[in-house]
């Protein structure tokens, strides 16, 4: 199976502090992994840089093919847009925006058009069941029809991958199954990879993979 990342000798420090070191990793095209590790081992830090939100200190960084590492930033600001989608713990839903024109939202990057995007949107909010709460702002919803409606945002522009940091963190455990259960459904159906960043052992179980960062490096626990 054709690897969608591809990480080789990546290393990444904060000032002068090293938070990955020499860190290899190849994760293959529909796989669902956790990211686990202690506080401050560099979850996140990884997750940014496989997001293009960063960028590596040394090594060579591979998205489907393409080699990271000279692409400048306009390049992975398109990329990000067209093959990544993300996910957050707080959400962060626009509070004066609608559902249906939140998930919309990264359509309009792309110049397409309202009407265009909002059907697009509408289909994603029925994806994940929330198709009767488009015209509600984030302020009127529970913390997990926020989090569906994050989830339909993230992929209304159909991205290859699908990037979560702590997703479920701030939902009490039955939501969170709810939840985890949805992203399931959707690498099943969809075929998207998905990676999750959690601090919770039953959430990693239920992944194919489990990607424990630890001393600056990545290891399958």
């Known amino acids: 199976m054709n690897a969608i990342i591809n990480l080789q000798g990546i290393t990444r420090r904060l000032g002068t502090q090293p938070v990955l070191h020499n860190l290899s990793l190849t994760i293959p095209h529909g796989q669902t992994c956790a990211i686990i590790g202690p506080s401050g081992a560099g979850k996140s830090t990884l997750l940014n840089l496989i997001g293009l939100l960063d960028q590596p200190c040394s090594g060579r960084m591979m998205l489907a093919g393409q080699d990271m590492t000279v692409t400048t930033a306009d390049q992975r600001a398109i990329l990000r847009n067209r093959m990544l989608g993300f996910i957050f713990q ?29 059907r697009a949107a509408r289909a994603q909010l029925e994806a994940v069941g929330l198709g009767e709460r488009a015209q509600h702002l984030p ?21 290859a991958l699908l990037l979560a940091d702590e997703p479920t963190g701030n939902l009490d455990g039955a939501t969170a199954e709810e939840i985890a259960g949805l992203l399931l459904r959707l690498n099943r159906e969809r075929g998207v990879t998905l990676l999750m960043v959690t601090h919770d052992p039953a959430m990693a179980r239920r992944m194919d993979r489990c990607i424990e960062v630890r001393n600056g490096g990545a290891f399958d626990a």
């Open 90 to 118: 707080s959400f962060n839903l626009l509070p004066r925006l609608s559902a249906l024109d939140n998930v919309a939202l990264p359509l309009s990057y792309r110049g397409i058009g309202q009407a265009a995007a909002r």
């Open 139 to 159: 302020a009127d919803m529970s913390g997990g029809q926020r989090q569906r409606v994050a989830i339909a945002r993230a992929l209304v522009t159909e991205p």
